[in-house]
């Protein structure tokens, strides 16, 4: 079978070996943390099978932008979890949108360890030109009292061009009903610092207001604002449904900031390069 275009079968396959080593760590950690008499009494992974939808406006690569996102998590079991992330945007009349999975374990009074992959597709700058972005990695999530530290890292294969990405984000909760974000990335020669909140309007209506900005080394500034509403399980306040029900969609990152910068690499037409980024909110 043919490789997808811009990967070679040596980089594929470098891909998925990374991915399906990541799964393994974290089939050996559940089997080792299953035993213990204090997992035993830890809350489920995800609460329920929970969704949420969001809509924004603002500025982006240089122009005008619209972007939406879309989670969906699910239980698996008692200590694992699954979410599928979607978005899809127009940035400077340019589309750009993607898919991810997650797979993760999680005990929601202390931490989550999860392995996710990520398809995003970028068009522009320049008219019939596009980026296809491919990632493999690893996330986290460790929650300290009224603050959460998520690290996230792994392969990347962008402009036919495979190297590795890292990121760093933190999340702090005034109250829980507002999350102050900020993030740290970058992959190759690209580096991002993001800031982002969400504010939950009511407390028995999961409706929230949220906002994003950003700025790296190769583009202009950022801006985005809009709301977003969850559904599916019980309502929560931002800090438990960000602990108890869903990771952050990693695809609407990578269509905001991790995408908002333009490189020429290896004698490539110019396109979008992809920033490392771990969703604030």
Not at 29 to 55: F, I, Q, R, Y
Not at 162 to 180: C, E, K, M, R
Not at 212 to 237: E, M, V
């Amino acid at each position: 079978m043919d490789s997808p275009p811009g990967l070679d079968g040596k980089t594929l396959a470098m891909m998925k070996t990374g991915f399906i080593r990541a799964i393994a760590a974290i089939g050996l950690l559940t089997s080792g943390l299953a035993a213990p008499a204090w997992a035993e009494d830890a809350p489920p992974a995800v609460s329920a099978p929970n969704m949420k939808v969001d809509v924004s406006a603002g500025t982006l690569a240089g122009g005008a932008a619209v972007m939406t996102g879309f989670t969906g998590t699910a239980p698996l079991g008692h200590s694992l979890g699954v979410q599928l992330d979607a978005a899809l945007g127009n940035a400077d009349q340019d589309m750009r949108g993607g898919f991810a999975g997650h797979l993760f374990y999680r005990d929601p009074r202390s931490f989550l360890l999860g392995a996710t992959a990520m398809w995003s597709s970028v068009a522009g700058p320049h008219l019939g030109s596009r980026s296809d972005i491919r990632r493999a990695g690893l996330e986290a999530e460790v929650y300290l009292g009224d603050f959460s530290v998520l690290p996230s890292f792994g392969a990347q294969n962008a402009n036919g061009d495979t190297t590795g990405y890292a990121s760093l984000a933190g999340i702090y909760y005034p109250t829980p009903y507002l999350a102050l974000a900020t993030s740290v990335g970058g992959t190759g020669n690209h580096r991002t610092l993001q800031v982002g909140f969400e504010y939950q309007l009511f407390e028995d209506t999961p409706l929230s207001l949220i906002g994003d900005s950003g700025i790296d080394n190769k583009s202009t500034p950022f801006f985005l604002a809009g709301i977003r509403y969850s559904f599916g399980a019980p309502s929560k306040t931002i800090k438990d449904r960000d602990r108890f029900d869903d990771p952050g969609n990693i695809v609407r990152t990578m269509n905001t900031s991790g995408a908002s910068s333009v490189t020429t690499t290896n004698g490539h037409t110019p396109k979008p390069s992809a920033a490392a980024e771990a969703p604030p909110t």
